[in-house]
């Protein structure tokens, strides 16, 4: 190797690679066809989803308790910004986009089935890896004597915001079935059913769902501790 050959980990000389250098190799070998773009929003709406959710809400535990507290709860006026960030649906027009082009490609082999399961197990799989996470560290929590209550209430927390997850292998699933749809169709001919399902499943004057929170779960206050750190701001 010459000290002038540039990797991941090495600029110019053999200097480290700073942050930007990184980025363009990383572009550098990208696919030609590859939409920038779309990249752009898929590091957008995670990026927006944790930081929201990370600023709006705070977990806390009084004697022995845990609750929750939200600025949303303590700062009315900060409703209105959450459509800000509304980025769920960001997230679904990115899995649309990908479910498209994966559909698409011509290295694409196997029929629709095939590709429902391979783009399924893409998800289950890192699900699967943060499931074994929890249980491991509910079960070492039990044997080290903590509550089991608050054990129990800390993994449904960990685990509330995966609820997109199973909407969207339905997305997967339905995938092949739309993209034809769309195909022969038109885009028209897509969204309004949808927007006719959408307008069907709310109907006129209903409060927004929240979450259901563990059996004898509460607050410092006396209630649930999602129903003042909903998860909601960042529609996640």
């Known amino acids: 190797m010459t000290g002038s050959r540039v990797d991941g980990r090495r600029g110019a000389a053999g200097a480290p690679a700073t942050f930007r250098e990184r980025v363009r190799q990383a572009a550098a070998h990208a696919p030609a066809g590859r939409d920038r773009y779309v990249d752009l929003l898929r590091v957008a709406a995670v990026t927006v989803v944790v930081l ?8 806390t535990v009084t004697d022995g308790r845990l609750g929750g507290v939200s600025i949303l709860t303590l700062l009315p006026w900060t409703h209105p910004w959450t459509w800000l960030a509304q980025v769920m649906p960001v997230v679904f027009l990115v ?4 479910n498209a082009a994966s559909w698409s490609s ?31 560290g509910y079960v070492g929590a039990l044997a080290l004597g903590a509550d089991p209550q608050l054990a129990r209430t800390c993994v449904w927390l960990a685990t509330t915001s995966l609820w997109f997850l ?22 028209l001919a897509t969204l309004v059913p949808l927007v006719a399902l959408v307008a069907a499943g709310t109907p006129p004057g209903s409060p927004p769902a929240r979450p259901h929170p563990p059996p004898g779960a509460t607050s410092p206050a006396g209630s649930s501790p999602t129903s003042s750190a909903s998860p909601g701001t960042t529609g996640a």
Do not use: K
């Open 52 to 59: 929201g959710h990370w600023v709006v809400s705070a977990v």
């Open 166 to 187: 199973v909407v969207y292998l339905v997305v997967v699933a339905l995938a092949p079935a739309a993209i034809a749809w769309q195909r022969r169709r038109g885009v």
């Open 95 to 98: 899995g649309g986009f990908a």
């Open 106 to 136: 011509p290295h694409r082999t196997g029929g629709a089935a095939a590709w429902v399961r391979a783009r399924a197990l893409r998800l289950l799989r890192p699900t699967a890896a943060f499931g074994v996470v929890l249980v491991t």
